[in-house]
């Protein structure tokens, strides 16, 4: 199963991309960013989220599409626009078809690292062993949507295979 992590945002957008063939074989396919420039306007920002994301799910071509619910506690406008960027993500990864499976990050790190209070650091680390990977993935959005790929590959009722 080709399984989609998404960390949302507005400026950055996370994606990482997995094969899991069950919960205990799973391989990296690519992980990458997508970046929308702070001087266009917001309409515009969520534009090019929608375009860049929808060609990416298009060649990419999951069957299961796993996104970070939001949370915020500081800044109410940044919260506002992030969760604008996230109904647009959301959208796409509907439209496309692809089952769509949310995560909190409480979840997410519990599932990833056993411990809900694990920190980005625990998070990277157990997805750099999980996939293999030489080094720890970067950029961080990008860890963490391949941190809720894996969490797709971990709880989708059909990705475990006995």
């Known amino acids: 199963m080709r399984i989609l ?3 949302p945002g507005l400026a950055t957008i996370g994606l990482g991309l997995i094969e899991a063939e069950n919960s205990h ?13 702070a001087g266009l306007s917001l309409g515009q920002r969520l534009l090019e989220i929608q375009k860049d994301l929808d060609s990416f799910i298009t060649e990419s ?17 940044t919260g506002i626009d992030v969760a604008q ?3 647009v993500i959301v959208l796409s990864a509907m439209k496309s078809g692809a089952e769509v499976l949310e995560a909190t ?4 790190k519990s599932c990833i690292t056993g411990d809900g209070a694990a920190d980005k650091l625990q998070v990277q680390t157990m997805v750099q062993r999980t996939l293999k990977l030489n080094e720890l993935p970067k950029p ?8 809720l790929a894996l969490y797709g590959a971990f ?6 295979i006995v």
């Open 61 to 77: 071509q999951p069957e299961l599409i796993v996104i970070e619910k939001i949370y915020f506690a500081t800044n109410k406008q």
């Open 105 to 108: 990050p409480l979840q997410l």
């Open 25 to 37: 074989n799973v391989s990296v396919i690519d992980w990458l960013t997508i970046t929308t420039p």
């Open 5 to 7: 992590g998404i960390d």
């Open 140 to 147: 961080d959005d990008a860890a963490d949507a391949l941190a």
């Open 155 to 160: 709880t989708h009722k059909t990705s475990v």
């Open 85 to 87: 960027a996230r109904g």
